[in-house]
């Protein structure tokens, strides 16, 4: 169950960049670039972006589970379930929250999905993959891969933003700072 709503807080933290206009995250912004350039909306091609960074896992020997497959489906519905409720807004100082808040949401969805330890997301496991392979700080890693999937997304034609910037800049924090949160809250 916490898998579940780890995820599908993840998946509403994304719609909530894409709902203000200002730039989506980096993996929406790839996203999006697939559906400009194919038939698919921006769940399915969430969907196939997690298909295929799967695929990256095979030299880093991580091994997917329940959580990797529930993460593939549960976070493109979510995505599309939160461009469905999330009122749209044209006020500056909304869209900024709703920005900062996306980013808060993925971070504390990432963190709940990880640690329920029934196998990370795609995009999670290469981030911790190559943490684990390499010895850089996980927030380091998982800037360097938001900047690699915003720069192809872009060159598809995905919308970029400060949205994006702010995203790229402070997912890698979010996430350690869940996960700091919550090793505190389960080590009691």
């Known amino acids: 169950m916490i898998l579940i709503f780890g995820l599908t807080i993840f998946g509403i933290g994304e719609a909530f960049l894409v709902i203000t206009s200002l730039g989506n995250s980096p993996w929406v912004v790839l996203s999006q670039g697939i559906s400009l350039n194919s038939n698919l909306n921006i769940g399915q091609a969430t969907f196939l972006v997690s298909f295929l960074v799967l695929i990256l896992w095979i030299p880093l020997k991580q091994k997917p589970g329940f959580g990797t497959l529930a993460n593939m489906v549960v976070i493109a ?4 379930f939160g461009l469905l409720i999330i009122p749209e807004t044209t006020n500056l100082t909304i869209k900024y929250f709703y920005i900062l ?3 808060a949401l993925v971070g504390i969805g990432s963190a709940l999905y990880i640690t329920c330890g029934l196998g990370t997301g795609p995009r999670d496991g290469l981030m911790t993959g190559l943490h684990y392979r390499t010895g850089v700080r996980v927030g380091r890693v998982r800037l360097g891969i938001e900047v690699l ?5 872009a060159l598809l034609g995905g919308s970029l933003g400060v949205g994006t910037a702010l995203f790229a800049l402070l997912i890698g924090q979010s996430v350690a700072i869940s996960l700091g949160v919550l090793a505190r809250l389960t080590s009691k």
Do not use: R
Not at 77 to 80: G, L, N, P, V, Y
């Open 77 to 80: 519905a979510a995505i599309e």
């Open 101 to 103: 808040l996306g980013i």
């Open 149 to 153: 999937a915003l720069s192809s997304g």
